[in-house]
């Protein structure tokens, strides 16, 4: 059974500074893997998807990388804002047929 | 906006009450999910339908019953709920069931009295 596990699990940073969150995994046999980012209260919103035969994706100040071979992500956020502060959380797939299995997520408050 | 609509988003109810949950997606998705987020846990799925087909139940108490009239909407009906319920209900869609992208709607908040 996949899982799961993100660290640290919160993580309080001043403004401006550079970021990286890691979410690691037991089964690489995974198809992709997905960031979201959760605001309090609300839904999650997709960040970036990384497909099994990628190594890395970005958008704007955030770059994801995956290793599938050591069970491994990071999400790195460059430049710092407020408006990052949220919770991530990092999702891959089960293998066989059960879709997403989350970690409990880095709680990330970035201070002004 | 994710295209996906949750409605209530917050309800209140009592143990002896039914009510029920809404999710609409305007995707054109062919799979939609339902998942439960309880404080301090992580997101926990609970049903999956594909093409309008529950495929996935995972072990969850009678008292929620999924319906999937159509592959736009999504209901989850409640009834006797416990006050251990309480969660955020999470509807997501994706195109495909397992590996696609999964896209989620705002969450409906729910406090069992």
């Known amino acids: 059974k996949q899982e799961v596990t993100q660290i640290p699990a919160a993580l309080s940073v001043p403004e401006g500074e550079n970021l990286v969150l890691n979410c690691s995994f037991t089964d690489s046999a995974i198809y992709n893997l997905q960031w979201f980012r959760q605001d309090p209260g609300k839904g999650l919103t997709s960040l970036l998807l990384i497909q099994s035969s990628q190594r890395e994706q970005t958008s704007g100040r955030l770059n994801a990388s995956l290793d599938k071979s050591s069970g491994r992500s990071t999400l790195y956020i460059a430049a710092s804002q407020p408006g990052d502060s949220a919770t991530y959380l990092c999702a891959v797939p089960n293998s066989g047929n059960t879709p997403l299995v989350f970690g409990k997520g880095t709680r990330l408050s970035v201070i002004a | 906006e994710t295209g996906v609509t949750q409605t209530p988003r917050h309800l209140v109810m009592g143990m002896t009450n039914k009510k029920s949950l809404k999710c609409e997606q305007h995707l054109g998705h062919n799979a939609m999910y339902w998942y439960k987020q309880s404080a301090k846990k992580p997101l926990e799925l609970m049903f999956v339908y594909s093409l309008e087909e529950r495929v996935e139940n995972n072990s969850v108490p009678s008292r929620f019953s999924p319906e999937c009239p159509n592959s736009s909407h999504l209901f989850l009906h409640l009834h006797t709920l416990q006050p251990e319920d309480s969660a955020l209900y999470l509807c997501?869609?994706?195109?495909?069931?397992?590996?696609?992208?999964?896209?989620f709607g705002e969450g409906s908040r729910l406090t069992v009295l």
């Open positions: 997501a869609s994706s195109l495909r069931r397992d590996t696609g992208e999964l896209f």
